[in-house]
């Protein structure tokens, strides 16, 4: 007999089947035994009643969590989730759980566990269905925005996490013994992106993983996370570039939307909203005015603190209407050397940033391609220029005016669930103290 | 005016239009010169007049590989390629290349320039329009494994690169500072794919970088690759394994010589050949019986050398009309210790190697998921128990059978193509002395 999921068993009436798949729960009820069966899609009551001798039997050494091999008749029972239940016929074991459970796989209040502890078995963690949720959508998320990649004939590239020098500014850099030498590991594709403009690959992107030494211990930091990089060339401004995201975010949430937006609202109590017209834009310098009338000051200069993130956006979303703002025109002490300088104000760059309720989910630019330019501007951001040089030769040989942004496909998700910290949404969470499992 | 790409200007003779790209040739004749304008998707041949005055002044000044914008109308002309050509109005440089290019972008042939120096100036390489076409091959293959993944209900996993202890032997390892302890780039993903089927997610797929601290120069190795690694639940034997990755080759090569099959042979030559029956199989006892009887002997034991794989696919193509082979059944010691082993011959894993026209292309196995077995196979492999606890552990609450395998898509790429060094298919190659660009 061929396994099929719980999903499929609609139709099934008086059927003989086969599932396999975890003990979710298991009740005791005297000559009766309740088995409520998991697997990636859903869940199912199993009645394995005392006639059924051997299954009754084998049901007896069960424990929670063990995978089994059920085959038994579905039935209409109303009193049961969903109205069917299977009336048992056999069980096998796959696998006979330890007794003991570090952790409970259901719990009422997910913070009666600490957060550390359901790290540390964090395979059981993920066996509740809303977490199970949660790669699901991104599963979906990731094919979504592949999908708007490739229809738009971007390129695919991986590029090297190996690198001789640091990518961007130094800091925050982790250092891998290279055989006889030291190579750095890459905190971002941004010189190889930009490299695929230079190849002529005019369109590319890149997923892959990040690597950040970051110290801090934040809700929303790690030592290492997904990525997602695009690139585009033959633009004329950094609009071009914010107009491609606006497309491609409206798309890639209709489609989550389209394919999860029940299991969310009933996991996460949330109802996904499409962004239909383009984002609102403020300028740096309009965000702290806003920012300024609304009460919210703080030290941090051209740049959005946590607290000035979440209020920009609440005031954008009671006078918008609007989810989603660009924050444009960051001043160049706050950017890197290879964004492209405002022509009207030579202190501010041509960049960006995307906010989603409260939290930035991108960083963009249009980047400098006029290789004296590019050096000048190193040099004022006080680099050496020996280090970078073949990321300057890059320039020298023909390179279109381009521009792209990084997305925080972890971010993406944190918002789309309401889910506030960022170890809940990743498969594996690294920090300062996490390396395992 | 909207910009167009070369390959959209069928059907548009009479017409004004605006492209952008590379000045691939520029030939002086006189009062008229000849510019071969190349983009992403391909060349053709521009004519520039000198009574277009400002235009032809403006070409006076161009170099080749410079990047420019050009406006005019497209002409039937039946010598030039493609038999049309664009009568320039108008042109203008985006960004001027430096005169002397360091490697030549047009060759007749290749082999011309030491492919070290091509790699030190790989986005100049790149720029070549077969070198492209690699990309655009790989964003497509990548996109049909996806799609099949997806489509069986995989779920996607990005597992961490950074571990706490050895994925696989302990050989081969980069050590990264971690603050103030040290981590280990993930060798593969093997641990975190499993820890997938003991979250119950069934059937999991990854597609990421891979380290290999390798210190060898050959032309199929390197220190950093890209990976597709997958895993599923609920198999009966590793068969199950090998049967779904036939069915994932055959689509994905279907996919890719529908897209892609035409430009493959007239750039690289060669005819893709979809696969359309079930691939043989040989033990690795009978391809040491067969090889021996073909006069290849070697002393590796358990295991196959380059000639060994070529001398055997060559048989297997002269026998069986196929260019798959899966090899099965490798001796214990030459497999990890968490592959499950033959139940008629303990010595023998229930493994497999996947041999495509004598390149080894994936490695796969049943995976022991029975704890005990587990535990008494890593310490007869002489392992320390403490360091794998955890990943130990993923087998005491209830796991149930499965295996995966890994594949290397870029061997899968250098034998579409027909490419015998991995350096020319890999965007950014890292290998013991390369670091760069």
Chains 1, 2 share one sequence.
């Not at 954008?316 to 703002?325: A, P």
């Amino acid at each position: 007999m061929e396994r099929i999921y719980v999903n499929q068993i609609q139709g099934k009436i008086g059927q003989k089947i086969l599932l396999k798949g975890w003990v979710h729960v298991l009740r005791d009820h005297g000559k009766i035994k309740f088995l409520i069966l998991r697997d990636i899609t859903g869940t199912l009551q199993c009645v394995i009643n005392s006639n059924i001798i051997e299954a009754f039997k084998t049901s007896e050494t069960l424990t929670q969590e063990s995978v089994v091999s059920v085959t038994g008749v579905i039935v209409e029972k109303k009193q049961a989730p969903g109205e069917v239940e299977l009336q048992v016929e056999s069980i096998e074991i796959l696998s006979l759980a330890s007794p003991e459970l570090p952790i409970p796989i259901v719990e009422k209040n997910e913070n009666e566990t600490e957060q550390s502890i359901r790290l540390d078995w964090r395979w059981l963690d993920l066996r509740k269905p809303e977490k199970a949720l949660i790669f699901k959508v991104w599963t979906a998320m990731e094919e979504a925005f592949r999908e708007y990649w490739v229809k738009n004939n971007f390129i695919e590239i991986h590029s090297p996490k190996f690198m001789s020098t640091p990518s961007e500014s130094g800091a925050e850099l982790f250092e891998v013994k290279y055989f006889d030498r030291t190579a750095y590991l890459a905190q971002s594709p941004q010189f190889y992106k930009q490299m695929g403009m230079a190849a002529g690959f005019e369109k590319v992107f890149e997923v892959g993983p990040i690597f950040r030494a970051n110290p801090s211990f934040t809700s929303r930091h790690d030592t290492e996370f997904t990525g997602y990089d695009m690139e585009i060339s033959f633009i004329n401004s950094f609009q071009d570039v914010i107009c491609e995201e606006e497309q491609l975010l409206m798309f890639v949430i209709k489609t989550i939307k389209e394919q999860y937006g029940e299991q969310v609202k009933k996991f996460y109590g949330r109802e996904i909203i499409i962004p239909t017209s383009h984002f609102p834009q403020v300028t740096m310098k309009e965000a702290k005015s806003i920012l300024a009338k609304l009460g919210v000051t703080s030290e941090e200069e051209g740049d959005l603190n946590q607290e000035e993130e979440i209020k920009l956006c609440e005031y954008i979303k009671r006078e918008h209407g609007h989810e989603f703002v660009f924050v444009t025109k960051y001043p160049i002490s706050v950017r890197p050397f290879y964004h492209m300088r405002d022509t009207e104000d030579s202190n501010l760059t041509n960049s960006f940033d995307l906010l989603w309720n409260g939290l930035e989910i991108t960083t963009g630019a249009q980047r400098e391609h006029r290789y004296d330019i590019l050096v000048k501007q190193a040099k004022e951001k006080g680099l050496t220029l020996e280090p970078i040089q073949t990321y300057l030769n890059f320039f020298k040989f023909g390179c279109p005016p381009h521009g792209g942004c990084g997305i925080g496909p972890s971010r993406i998700i944190m918002k789309l669930l309401g889910v506030s910290n960022v170890r809940e949404v990743t498969y594996l969470y690294r920090g300062v103290k996490r390396l395992t499992p």
